[in-house]
């Protein structure tokens, strides 16, 4: 079954940055997509779950344990060094909303506990997830607590049980992204301050943009083969870039001087607590990583704050949502930034 090409998405420029960003540096904390139905939101996360490099993992091990650094605590462990290893595509995991916690953290195995006795640990969707992509979609109308349960993994990187004489601890590190309709209902203010980035998408109201959506989309359904192997080669680019951002990224230097620039755009949105100088600090890391930098510029700062800061500021429940744009270039000092060429 052909995946629709990420290079071939149009008019979502937003959110294909957020999720690039994300998956430079899971650690952000992952994206929140609002927007009205029919604007391509699963359509895009699938087509970057296939961008991602392969995950090498140690052979048999149902946690997707790194052979070059296993998890020491890893139920399935300890592996020795020189275990055997697969390589594999990165996993696009997708979280149904009647989703139960035993089914998203795992559980007692039943069919060993009734018919040996034992308390054998059954691993949960976040534990597939782990080196990959875990999808909500409707993140809205799933539970709360379920909700809760999510974002602490994604902020931790390990998930916990301790019920049904089970007590286990694995790594649990994945881009997490939610897609949701306001339409349908909001979430929280507490539960959508803990997404790293949110994006607003729309359907383009420029006529040449939406018949070009339509004639890709037709020529996809048409001959699916023909179509990804025309964006193959694109595809590849993004593939090698995203790889080499990830390369990249722990040797990016984050300044004293970027940092305050960081607090002070965030003190001056008003926005709650101290997460959003952390995201943003992250995701300018990421930024500078993706197109190629070695130091975060105020264009990484800024590009950072357009993704992390709108639905953190603090503001009357009538007003737009969005950001005060002027307000944004005058706290950095520069022209808004060019547009990535890619």
Known sequence: MHVYPFSAVVGSDDLALALSLCAVSPSIGGVLVRGEKGTAKS????AQAALLPQVTEVTGCRFACDPAA???A???????GGAAAQTRPARLV???VGATEDRVTGSLHLQKALSAGTAEYEPGLLARAH??????????????????????AAAMGRCSVERDGVSVSHAARFVLVG??????????PQLLDRFGLTVEVAAPRDPQVRAEIVRRRLAFDADPDAFVARWADAEAALTRRLAQARD???????????????AEVCAAFDVDGMRADLVTAKTAVAHAAWVGRDEVTREDIAVAARLALPHRRRRNPFDEPGMDESLLDELLGEQPPEPDPD
């Open 179 to 188: 897609t949701m309709n306001p339409e349908e209902g909001e979430l929280r």
């Open 131 to 152: 080196r990959g992509v875990l999808y909500v979609d409707e993140v809205n109308l799933l539970h709360d607590h379920l909700v809760d349960l999510l974002l602490d």
């Open 43 to 46: 359509t895009t996360v699938r």
């Open 248 to 262: 990249r990224l722990p040797q990016v230097r984050l300044d004293d001087d970027a940092l305050v620039a960081i």
């Open 74 to 80: 890893c139920p399935d462990g300890p592996h020795p």
């Open 94 to 96: 997708e979280l149904p």
């Open 70 to 72: 296993p998890d020491p």
